[in-house]
Each structure stands twice: as structure tokens, then as C-alpha cells.
């Protein structure tokens, strides 16, 4: 913790070797409070927010990247989605003329871009503020620390386990369905992983845990972006009658 003094060691054993020697004097001054203060009070941690697309309401105004939705920073998504965003109106502006078609037209554009980012876009923000509660696992949580486990066992497979999510990362792959399809697939390769060596009634307790904390994370952002089938309240009662989820975090 910061309080402690663990953050102010890291960040001077772990983080100072690694910046540029031009930098790092300084770097060192503010973390051990030498150019005034003390150390406590100059880390602060910054926290980070789901925000949702929203179109802005004053006309005119054209918002992209995190100005107009943002995830977790864990897999650098928000540069990623930026530049699909400028791309991707850009192309749209292009189609209705250009500026100098009139403010009709502009809003047109910028209506169907909204409409066009959201795959790359929904797939980019389910995937970071899903991994970025598969991997916080708090300590003592040993269900979490399973899904953390699966989920890193689930990569090293190779193949397409790694390439797709690889493709999910980088935008490449803009598709929610895959995604959900993969982070489904971690949960039940992790249930293989727990039942395999402890078949039995604590076996089985210890994996339908697993997945009602794997859909504890994952179905209320996938209801949040409405672009999967399984956000649709038929699909979410199932699943919610099978694996209760609700408050399980």
C-alpha cells in the first residue's frame, strides 16, 4: 500500500530501472518526496471508470475515443478504439460529403458511425474490465484465484486459445460473440482443470463457484453494451436461474 511504503519501493526498485537515465534523477526525487513533500502525498492512485458510449447532445459536437467511452486501462484498448473511432468517422464524414454538406448530413454520419463502432467497441471494453477482474483477484478470494489460474493456463495452450484472444486485444477480431465465446471457454477449461483432480461433491461445489463468478464479471458488461445475444433478459434468466450471480462479488 501506499501508506506502508511498498508502493514508493516498487516504484523506485521496479519501475526507476527501467526509465530512460535522463529521466530518472527525477522520477526518484518525486517517489522519495526530495523536491518537497512527502512520499505519501505524491503517489496517489488514480481510479479507473467504465463509461459507457453516449452520443453528445449538443449538436455539433463530435466526441471519439475516451472522450466518448471509456474501459479499463489494463489492455490498452483506449488508443486502440481512438484510432478505429478516427478512422471510421472519418469514413463516414467522407461518405455524406464532407463538412460542407451541412450540419443534416454531419449528424447523419456521426449517427452511423456510433452505430458502426460498436462492435470494435463493445468487444474492446467487455474485454478490458473483464480482465481486469479476472486478474485483480483479491487475496483471499480462492475462486477468483482459479479463474486467474485457468485463464493464464487457457493462453499458454497456444494456438487459436492465444490467437483469438490476441485478435479480441487488438481490435483486429471486433466481434463480442467470440469474446464471450472465449471467456466462457477459460471458464469451462478451468473447470476441467478443478474437476479433473477432484472429482466429488468439493469438486463440484468449487466449480459451479467458478462459473457463477465467471458470470457474475462478464453478463453485467455484456448487458451494459447490448451487442450479444446473451444480453437479451430470455438468455440472462437462464443463465441467471442456473448460476445466480447477482451480488456474488
Not at 39 to 64: C, H
Request: glycine fraction near 10%.
Amino acid at each position: 500500500s501506499i501508506s506502508s511504503g511498498a508502493m514508493a519501493a516498487a516504484l523506485e526498485e521496479r519501475v526507476a530501472p527501467q526509465l530512460p537515465d535522463e529521466f530518472r534523477p527525477a522520477f526518484l526525487a518525486a517517489v522519495r518526496g526530495e523536491d518537497g513533500g512527502d512520499a505519501e502525498s505524491r503517489i496517489r492512485s488514480m481510479p479507473a471508470r467504465y463509461v459507457p458510449a453516449m452520443a453528445p447532445k449538443k449538436r455539433g459536437a463530435v466526441l471519439l475515443g475516451d472522450s466518448l467511452n471509456q474501459r479499463h486501462p489494463l489492455t490498452g484498448g483506449g488508443m486502440t478504439v481512438a484510432i478505429r473511432d478516427a478512422e471510421l468517422f472519418a469514413a463516414e464524414l467522407s461518405r455524406a460529403g464532407g463538412p460542407a454538406a451541412g450540419a443534416p448530413a454531419v449528424d447523419a454520419a456521426y449517427a452511423r458511425f456510433l452505430e458502426g463502432r460498436k462492435g470494435y467497441s463493445s468487444t474492446i471494453n467487455v474485454l478490458a474490465n473483464a480482465l481486469h477482474a479476472v486478474f485483480s483477484a483479491p487475496g483471499g478470494d480462492a475462486t477468483r484465484q482459479d479463474l486467474r489460474t485457468a485463464c493464464f493456463d487457457y493462453l499458454a495452450l497456444g494456438g487459436a486459445s492465444a490467437a483469438g484472444p490476441v485478435g479480441l486485444l487488438s481490435g483486429l477480431t471486433p466481434k463480442p460473440f467470440i469474446l464471450a465465446a472465449h471467456f466462457f471457454m477459460v471458464a469451462i477449461y478451468g473447470v476441467r482443470q478443478l474437476l479433473l483432480p477432484n472429482f466429488g461433491p468439493a469438486g463440484i461445489t468449487r466449480v459451479y463457484r467458478l462459473m457463477q463468478v465467471a458470470c457474475a464479471i462478464i453478463m453485467p458488461m455484456l448487458q451494459s453494451e447490448k451487442t450479444t445475444v446473451l444480453s437479451l433478459w430470455p438468455v440472462r434468466a437462464v443463465i441467471r436461474a442456473v448460476f445466480p450471480y447477482d451480488g456474488v462479488l
